[in-house]
């Protein structure tokens, strides 16, 4: 690990003001994990874990406030996560270990970085960690890269879980910028596809500062999150569904779908959403609306096998979202 | 260099240390608690956990500077020779490891993780957000995840755990 400076932030507007030439750190278990292989070389780490921002409350209209530093065990456990959007505490409880839950924190892992093999490895090309020095991905391994969205200068994919079922959920980013305003950002605006500044893998700017993820009231609807990975646990996505679909007797009146590992940010189509609504559950539909999100996948060799793979989850999640037998 | 003041197994420790040094390390070197293992160093093996504030956690993935204040439980606190806990007690009657690299993570998590599961967590695996009534094999490995085993003891480890869950987890929900 490169050499660096520690400081503690105590408030907001200390962690702010420290941080136009710093890296913040919350639960570290990304950033240390890159630091060590000096992928990430900070002069200078602002830890931001004293702030005051592990809350989880009820906003104005009824939706939830969930505090940048709150854990993902305390939010997947959450009595108000669980009743009312189980799909964000099934999409956390899939991801990493018990003992990386209790670190990692909803800031944090809205902000983790590619999993990309060439990324983690400093003696090969990577546009994202150096800018113009090539994608060794295109033309190497790439199992586990992106099939959508992406560029001739990055395939990599966004890797979370939690940040997923956030998308379908129509969440917002609470940002408090360098200049003490506070903004909300949807989630689908906040990571960015890769184009040809792979190196930016969201819209964070310097100093801005994470304060917490708002939820829009709870919506009526079965919600899943199905992830497919190479082992049963502890494993990344190749490829995940986050779901809500609402049914008016025979037909879907309402769906949200969001999908990872599939993309440099986790995808989501209003154009396959709307194929569903209005319509009756049918193998021939979903096998359309499969069409449709895939119509402009392109896989790069090792990951071909995620096209026809997505297809089938999606076709799966539809089928089990529409059972009128099943129990929300 | 950072000053911070650790309370490791109920002891304080002054640790005077670059801010580079991981709570792991620090530990191992600089307080010669060696119980704790280092297997990765990326957080990816589980051999390094250790219980910080009533949580466990990857030490290797976080600072030591980052802890001052704060109440570190390492296999040494748990028990010792002649005064083992219940499931240090249970991987030794059910042979719950072969060379034992693997071995303080698996009981510092799975302390922590029986606890977890009495307050009613639930996990990935679980049918009902609800938290499961009582702990079954599918339940323990899944929570478990976090911990690699090189030499694959992990049957005997769940009958370890289950052996333990049995006394404690039944009874909290009923
Ligand atoms: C072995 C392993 C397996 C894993 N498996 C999965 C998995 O299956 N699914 C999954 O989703 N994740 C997985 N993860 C990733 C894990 O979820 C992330 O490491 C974690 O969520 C990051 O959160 P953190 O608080 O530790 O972030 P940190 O490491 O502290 O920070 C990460 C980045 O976010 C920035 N940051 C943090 N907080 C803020 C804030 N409030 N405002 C602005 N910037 C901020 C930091 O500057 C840093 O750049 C895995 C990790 C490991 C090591
Ligand atoms: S896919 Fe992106 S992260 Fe991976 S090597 Fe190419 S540029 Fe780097
Ligand atoms: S040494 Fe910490 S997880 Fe492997
Ligand atoms: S007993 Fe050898 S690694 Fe687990």
């Known amino acids: ?328 | 260099m950072e000053t911070t003041e650790l309370s490791v197994n109920g002891q304080i420790h002054k640790l005077e240390a670059d801010s580079r040094v991981t709570l792991l390390d620090a530990l191992r070197n600089h307080l010669g608690l060696t119980g704790t293992k280092k297997g990765c160093d990326h957080g990816q093996c589980g051999a390094c956990t250790v219980i910080v504030e009533g949580r466990r956690i990857n030490s290797c993935l976080t600072l030591a500077c980052m802890h001052d204040g704060d109440e570190i439980t390492t296999i040494e606190g748990l028990g010792e020779p002649g005064n083992l806990s219940a499931l240090q007690s249970a991987f030794v009657a059910h042979d719950g490891f072969q060379c034992g690299y693997c071995t303080p993570g698996q009981i510092c998590s799975a302390t922590a993780m029986l606890e977890e599961a009495k307050a009613g967590w639930p996990s990935f695996v679980s049918d009902d957000l609800d938290g499961p009534d009582a702990l079954s094999d599918e339940e323990i490995s899944e929570r478990m995840s976090g911990n690699l085993c090189r030499c694959a003891a992990y049957p005997n480890i769940v009958d370890a755990i289950r052996q333990v869950a049995g006394r404690q987890v039944a009874g909290a929900k009923s």
Not at chain 1, 221 to 230: L, N, P, T
Not at chain 1, 233 to 256: N, P, Q, R
Request: proline share 5%.
């Open chain 1, 1 to 328: 690990m490169k050499p660096f400076t520690y400081a503690r932030a105590n408030d907001r507007a200390d962690a702010i003001a420290q941080a136009a030439d710093a890296t913040y750190i919350a639960g570290g278990t990304n950033l240390l994990d890159l630091m060590k292989l000096e992928v990430m070389a900070p002069d200078k780490l602002v830890d931001i874990n004293r702030l005051d921002l592990s809350e989880i409350g009820v906003t104005d209209d009824g939706g939830l406030r969930i505090g940048a530093l709150v854990t993902n065990s305390d939010c997947a456990a959450a009595d108000r996560v669980r009743r009312d959007y189980p799909m964000l505490s099934r999409a956390i409880l899939a991801g990493a270990s018990g003992q990386l839950r209790n670190k990692a924190t909803t800031g944090g892992n809205l902000c983790q970085r590619t999993r990309c093999y060439y990324f983690y490895d400093t003696a090969m090309p990577c546009n994202k960690r150096e800018p113009g020095s090539g994608c060794q991905a295109l033309h190497g391994f790439n199992r586990i890269h992106a099939i959508l969205g992406a560029s001739d200068a990055c395939i990599a994919t966004y890797p979370g879980d939690m940040a997923v079922a956030m998308t379908a959920l129509d969440a917002q980013i609470e940002i408090e910028g360098a200049d003490g305003e506070t903004r909300l950002v949807p989630i689908e605006e906040f990571h960015l596809l890769p184009g040809d500044h792979p190196e930016k893998d969201n819209i964070l700017t310097a100093g801005d500062l994470i304060t917490a993820v708002i939820l829009p009231p709870p919506v009526e609807g079965q919600q899943i999150y199905r992830k497919v990975r190479d082992r049963a646990s502890y494993a990344f996505a190749l490829c995940s569904v986050a779901a809500i679909v609402k049914m008016d007797g025979e037909t879907i009146s309402s769906a949200a779908l969001a999908f990872g590992g599939l993309a440099h940010k986790p995808w989501r189509d209003p154009d396959v959403e709307a194929l569903l609504v209005g319509e009756k559950p049918s193998t021939d539909l979903f096998g359309r609306v499969a069409d449709q999100l895939l119509a402009e996948a392109k896989g790069y060799g090792s990951n071909d096998f995620k096209i026809p793979l997505t297809r089938r989850v999606l076709i799966s999640v539809l089928k089990e979202a529409t059972d009128q037998g099943a129990s929300a």
